[in-house]
């Protein structure tokens, strides 16, 4: 039996009705026979039926043990960085999610947890920056927003052999693409919002593990802290992950083609989409992917933050917006949006250039998808003319 169709089948039903959706449990508890005797539940911040079924839904995905479902992708990532202590080190890669960079550099570097950026994408870099000290590698791949692509097996390797922790952060790739638990990860983290959720009306994260006790541990964490998904939440993402193989599907085809049309555009001075054979990392990527995703970025001969803003305030169909992974297209400028609190030093050394656009590919015709970004590129082309901006336009 192929994947989807075991995934989609994998979807319990309702045992009480007979309901084909999965119930969601609006409650904050639940009440039991006796002291300690109940069906399983006994209170929703630690446990809830709804947000368990997501939780086995992914661990099912990402082919491991213990799945976690958290209120964002920072609460994902945040849990993991509990299991560490002062005086821990991390080894992270250098083209990293703002976000992250925000928590390791303004939250966790007080309590004496440090972190060594490096570019991931050659795993001697990764070996040559461990210390006693390192405690959890984190990788991204591909990257935000350079697409660079790690080696998830040979980074793993490194990984045991220090002893250190691999987290890989797979909300670019999602499960229905890449599964870095099988390539020999300890962590895959997800925000949620994008891909697995897929139609960007939720904020969730979601945390498996490749083992049991790790699982447990991330589990009393999720407990403790209280950064629970809701139960609506966790029913959106559960209609997410019934589609998501499906729309994964729509959104590669989408930008292979419009990162073709990029490559060639005389504007444009280099794309970044893993799809490409020019991308440096695509035989890695098309060893431990099956698909190249939905995400291309690209930097204009023009490189400056005004050449970069007249496009992505000229497209018609984009919609100038924070996110990716939804059924819209959508664009960003990485430096004034996404990986803004990074310093402006790391955030040119990781290759995040001042007229680098990132493009989420959505569901939409991939010929109007060209067709947009042709007409906004003559902003930069044709400075002369008008151009319309972000809103409703039709052809």
């Avoid at 210390?131 to 040979?154: G, R, V, Y």
């Avoid at 803003?309 to 059924?327: D, N, P, Q």
């Amino acid at each position: 039996m192929q994947e989807t169709t075991a995934f989609i089948h994998s979807i319990p039903v309702d045992p009480l009705t007979g309901a084909i959706s999965v119930p969601i449990y609006q409650t904050s508890t639940f009440v039991q026979e006796a002291p300690g005797v109940n069906k399983g539940y006994d209170y929703a911040r630690t446990n809830n039926p709804t947000r368990a079924t997501l939780e086995n839904l992914i661990a099912q995905l990402e082919e491991g043990t213990t799945g976690i479902a958290f209120g964002s992708g920072l609460a994902a990532i945040d849990s993991i960085l509990k299991l560490l202590n002062a005086g821990d080190h991390i080894v992270a890669v250098d083209d990293i999610y703002g976000g992250a960079y925000r928590l390791f550099e303004q939250v966790y570097k007080k309590f004496d947890i440090h972190v060594t950026y490096v570019d991931t994408s050659i795993p001697g870099n990764i070996f040559n920056a461990i210390t006693p000290k390192t405690k959890l590698i984190w990788i991204e791949t591909p990257t935000n927003p350079t697409l660079k692509i790690s080696d998830i097996e040979a980074i793993a390797k490194i990984a045991k052999a220090s002893r250190c922790l691999l987290c890989v952060d797979n909300t670019f790739a999602s499960p229905a693409l890449q599964k870095p638990l099988s390539l020999g990860a300890d962590i895959v983290v997800h925000s949620a919002t994008k891909y697995l959720g897929g139609h960007s009306d939720l904020i969730a994260g979601l945390v498996v593990t490749k083992e049991k006790e790790l699982g447990e541990k991330i589990k009393f964490l999720q407990n403790a802290g209280g950064a629970i998904l809701a139960p609506f939440d966790s029913w959106l993402v559960i209609r997410g992950l019934e589609t998501l193989h499906l729309r994964i599907k729509q959104h590669c085809a989408g930008a292979a083609a419009v990162a073709t049309f990029l490559e060639q555009h005389p504007a444009v001075e280099k794309v970044y989409y893993p799809g490409l054979l020019s991308h440096p990392n695509h035989e890695v990527a098309a060893r431990q992917s099956t698909g190249f995703g939905g995400i291309v970025s690209f930097k204009l001969k023009d490189d400056t933050e005004e050449a970069a803003i007249k496009i992505v305030t000229s497209t018609r169909l984009f919609k100038l917006a924070e996110s990716l992974g939804g059924i819209k297209s959508l664009l960003s400028h990485p430096a004034t949006m996404t990986h803004k609190t990074i310093p402006f030093g790391k955030r040119r050394a990781a290759g995040v250039a001042d007229s680098l656009i990132r493009l989420s590919i959505g569901l939409e015709d991939p010929t109007d998808l060209v067709k947009d970004l042709k007409q906004a590129l003559t902003s930069v082309t044709e400075p002369t003319k008008t151009k319309a901006t972000n809103g409703v336009h039709s052809y």
